[in-house]
C-alpha cells in the first residue's frame, strides 16, 4: 500500500504566546482523533508553531482508508417484517438511514429475540477524497481561550487566518475556509523574508522555513536561545538567570528567528532589589537577567531579538536605552516607598475596599491580626507579638509605588520595606512568607511567624466569602478559596501545628462579628476544607476507604495527629483478623440507632454472652491514654479483642426481645461499642481486604 506525508500549515497574523503551546497541543489531539475516526492510517504526528503559523507534519499516511464491516441492530422481526413476508416502512426506514439496499438486510438471533440487521461497510475509499473534509475539521476544531471574527467572515479564530498550506505529498489538499483557498505557498519571516514561496514536497517544509528566517521547531528555538545566551554570557564570565523553567520557551514563542544579544546597564542600579530589577527586565521587556556563579545579580541581561545577527548592535542600543528609562522609573518608585515607613501606611489601608460587602482592607488587616494571635496563642505563645505585627503589616505594601506597578513582588516588597524600617527579621521575613505555598507542590514558609499569618489570611478568606454566600460553585471559584484550602493544609500538615480545623474555623467566624453568616456555615466551610483534604490524602496514594474512615477527625484533631490515625488504620488493614473485627463490628453498626440510652445495666442482663461482651467492653474501652498519646494501633489492638464476644453476643442473644426494656438495654450495649470504636475510625467506611 502506497503511502505519502501530509503538511498542513494555518498562517495567521501574530499569535499570543501564551496560546501556542496550548493550541499545538490540541491540534495533534484533534487530528489524531479525526484520523482514527475516519480510519485513516498514519505515521508519527508532530506539530509547529510559531507566532504566525501552526503547523501539522504527518508521516506515512495510506491512500486508502481502512475498510471497516460494522453489524448494526435495527427493529424486531416483528415490526420490520409484515405478515407476507415483506419489509415494513420501520424497516425500509432503517436501511435508508444506514444508507444500504433492503437486500442487505438480514434477521439475527439475539437474547432477546430476533432482529433485523443491517452490515455497514465503513472507509476503504481513497484518502485524497475525505482529507479535504478531515483538514478543515481539524482546523474548525481549534478553541482559544479568546477567538475573533474578522471582514465578513463567520469563521471564529485565534487571529486572521492569511494563508492555508495543505499538501498530500507533491499533491494539495484543495479545500476553501471563509474565503480561503488552501494551496502549497508559505510565507517566511515577516520582515527578513516576507515573499510567498512555493512547497514542493511536505518533507522539505522545515528546510525551506528556516531558508527564509523561519526556525519553525519551537524545540530547535529554545535551544538557540540558551546556546546563544549561554555564549554571550560566559564572554563576561557570568550565566543566564532564568527565575523560571519555562522562560526560554516562553521568549520561543514570542519570536520566529532568535537571536541572543547581551545588553549592559550601569552598575549603579545594581543597589535596588534583585527581585525588582528581575521584573523590570523580564514583566516587561522579556530580558533575562544574568548573574555570577554565586547567583548575585550582574549589570547585564540578554535579548532575545527576531532578527539577524548583523542586526545586534541596533538591538543592544535600543534595549540598552529602554531598560535604563524603566530601570529610573522602579528607583523613582522604590525611593519614594521608603521615605514612609509600613506603619505609617496601616491607616491608609481604610481608603482600599477589600470587597463591598466585607469592609476595607484595613478592617481585613484587623481580622487577620485578631485570628493570627489565636492561632499563635496555640503554636507557641511567644510568637503572639511578632505575628500580630506582621499581619498588622502584611498588606501595607500593596499601596506603594513599587507593588502598584509590579503587582507580583507583593510581599517581597514588604520584606525590603519591614527590613529598612528595622522591623524584627522574623517579621520582615514573614511579609514574604505569608504568601506561600503559591502553587500546589511550592515550599510552605520556613518562619513560623509567615506560617502563622497565611493562615489566617486564609482561613479569614474562606470564612468572610463563605459568610456572605460567595462560595465555589461547579468550576467558579473568583476568589480562588480552594487554592487557598489546599495552601492551609499544606501548612497544617508540613508545620505540623497542634490547633484542629474546627477551631480555626469558628475563630475566623467569631472575628467577622455582624458579617458572620447564617447558622450552618461553620460545617460549610469545614466540609469544604475537609474535602480538599481528602482529595489531597487520597492523591497521596493513601486507599480512599481509610481517608475516609478518618477524615472526620479533622475538625477537632491537629492534621499531623490525623496522618498518624490514617496509617494505623492502613496497618490495621493488613492485620489477619482484620476482616472479621470489620464484619462484627458493621453487625453493631447496622442495628444500632440514633435514639439515646442511659448506658448498658448489668442487672438487666440475663443471658451470659451479653455479661460477657458488657465485661469485654470494659476492658476494650480502656484506651484513653493510647488515644492521649495517639497510640491508635493500641487502641485498635484493644478493640479487637471484641470480635469473638460480638459474634457470640449475635449468636446467642435476640436483641430485639418482647421486653422493652431488655431490648433498650442491649440496644444500649451495642451503641457503646459503635460509640467507644468511633474514637478510634469510621470503621463503617471501609471496605473488606480481599
Not at 523560571?244 to 521568549?251: C, F
Not at 547567583?295 to 545577527?309: W, Y
Amino acid at each position: 500500500m502506497s503511502v505519502r506525508p501530509i503538511i498542513l500549515e494555518i498562517g495567521v497574523e501574530e499569535i499570543p504566546a501564551r496560546f501556542l503551546p496550548e493550541a499545538l497541543t490540541l491540534l495533534k489531539s484533534i487530528a489524531t482523533d479525526v484520523f482514527r475516526e475516519s480510519h485513516t492510517i498514519c505515521g508519527d504526528m508532530e506539530t509547529f508553531g510559531t507566532p504566525r503559523r501552526l503547523a501539522l507534519s504527518i508521516s506515512n499516511v495510506d491512500e486508502v482508508q481502512l475498510s471497516e464491516r460494522q453489524s448494526v441492530l435495527g427493529p424486531p422481526k416483528s415490526v420490520a417484517i409484515d405478515a407476507d413476508g415483506k419489509y415494513t416502512k420501520a424497516a425500509l426506514g432503517f436501511a435508508k438511514k444506514l444508507g444500504v439496499e433492503p437486500d442487505a438486510l438480514s434477521i439475527a438471533k439475539t437474547d432477546k429475540g430476533e432482529y433485523l440487521q443491517a452490515v455497514k461497510e465503513e472507509g476503504g475509499g481513497k484518502s485524497e477524497d475525505f482529507l479535504p473534509e478531515m483538514l478543515k475539521k481539524i482546523i474548525l476544531s481549534l478553541h482559544f481561550p479568546k477567538s475573533m471574527r474578522w471582514g465578513d467572515g463567520d469563521l471564529k479564530f485565534v487571529r486572521p487566518i492569511h494563508w492555508i498550506v495543505a499538501m498530500f505529498g507533491k499533491d494539495v489538499i484543495s479545500f476553501e475556509l471563509d474565503g480561503i483557498r488552501s494551496g502549497n505557498r508559505s510565507r517566511g519571516h515577516r520582515f527578513l523574508a516576507p515573499a510567498e514561496f512555493e512547497i514542493d514536497d511536505p518533507a522539505s517544509y522545515e528546510e525551506l522555513l528556516g531558508e527564509r528566517y523561519v526556525v519553525v521547531n519551537r524545540d530547535d528555538r529554545v535551544d538557540i536561545i540558551k546556546t546563544g545566551s549561554n555564549r554571550l554570557c560566559k564572554a563576561v564570565s557570568c550565566v543566564p538567570h532564568y527565575a523560571t523553567e519555562d522562560q526560554p520557551l516562553i521568549v520561543a514563542d514570542l519570536v520566529e528567528y532568535p537571536q541572543a544579544v547581551l545588553g549592559s546597564f550601569d552598575e549603579k542600579y545594581l543597589k535596588l532589589p534583585k527581585e525588582l530589577l528581575v521584573s523590570v527586565m523580564w514583566g516587561h521587556q522579556k530580558y533575562f537577567s544574568v548573574t555570577d556563579s554565586d547567583g548575585n545579580l550582574r549589570n547585564h541581561f540578554i535579548i532575545v531579538s527576531n532578527t539577524k545577527e548583523d542586526n545586534a548592535d541596533t538591538v543592544r542600543r535600543g534595549a540598552e536605552r529602554v531598560i535604563r528609562a524603566r530601570f529610573d522609573d522602579a528607583r523613582f518608585y522604590y525611593e519614594e516607598d521608603l521615605a514612609r515607613t509600613l506603619s505609617s501606611r496601616v491607616e491608609d489601608l481604610k481608603k482600599v475596599t477589600f470587597h463591598e460587602k466585607l469592609g476595607s482592607l484595613h478592617d481585613k488587616t484587623m481580622r487577620v491580626k485578631a485570628l493570627a494571635s489565636k492561632i499563635a496563642d496555640a503554636v507557641n505563645p511567644k510568637l503572639k507579638d511578632k505575628a500580630e505585627r506582621a499581619a498588622e503589616l502584611a498588606k501595607t505594601d500593596l499601596i506603594t509605588g513599587v507593588v502598584y506597578e509590579f503587582p507580583e513582588l507583593q510581599g517581597i516588597m514588604g520584606k525590603y520595606y519591614a527590613t529598612n524600617d528595622k522591623e524584627a527579621p522574623a517579621v520582615a521575613t514573614a511579609l514574604m512568607e505569608q504568601y506561600l505555598p503559591a502553587f500546589s507542590g511550592d515550599a510552605v514558609p520556613g518562619g513560623d511567624v509567615g506560617a502563622i499569618v497565611g493562615l489566617a489570611d486564609r482561613m479569614d478568606n474562606i470564612a468572610a466569602f463563605f459568610s456572605i454566600g460567595l462560595k465555589p460553585t461547579g468550576s467558579e471559584d473568583p476568589f480562588a478559596l480552594r487554592r487557598q484550602a489546599i495552601a492551609l493544609i499544606a501548612i497544617l500538615t508540613e508545620k505540623g501545628y497542634d490547633i484542629s480545623l474546627g477551631r480555626m474555623v469558628e475563630d475566623a467566624l467569631e472575628g467577622l462579628g455582624a458579617l458572620r453568616g447564617p447558622a450552618g456555615v461553620e460545617r460549610e466551610i469545614l466540609e469544604f476544607i475537609m474535602l480538599r483534604l481528602e482529595g489531597l490524602l487520597v492523591a497521596d496514594g493513601h486507599p480512599v476507604d481509610c481517608v475516609q474512615s478518618v477524615i472526620g477527625f479533622a475538625a477537632d484533631s491537629p492534621l499531623k495527629s490525623l496522618q498518624v490515625r490514617l496509617k494505623a488504620v492502613e496497618r490495621f488493614k493488613e492485620h489477619s483478623d482484620y476482616n472479621d473485627f470489620l464484619a462484627a463490628v458493621k453487625r453493631v453498626r447496622n442495628i444500632t440507632t440514633k435514639e439515646d440510652f442511659p448506658g448498658p445495666d448489668a442487672r438487666l442482663m440475663t443471658v451470659d454472652e451479653e455479661k460477657k461482651l458488657l465485661k469485654a467492653l470494659g476492658k476494650a474501652k480502656d484506651f484513653g491514654t493510647q488515644l492521649k498519646k495517639a497510640d491508635y494501633d493500641g487502641a485498635i489492638e484493644k478493640l479487637l479483642t471484641l470480635t469473638g464476644p460480638i459474634n457470640e453476643f449475635f449468636d446467642k442473644v435476640l436483641v430485639m426481645d418482647k421486653d422493652e426494656k431488655v431490648k433498650n438495654n442491649r440496644l444500649s450495649l451495642l451503641k457503646d461499642i459503635w460509640t467507644a470504636a468511633s474514637q478510634v475510625a469510621d470503621f463503617s467506611k471501609l471496605a473488606e481486604r480481599e
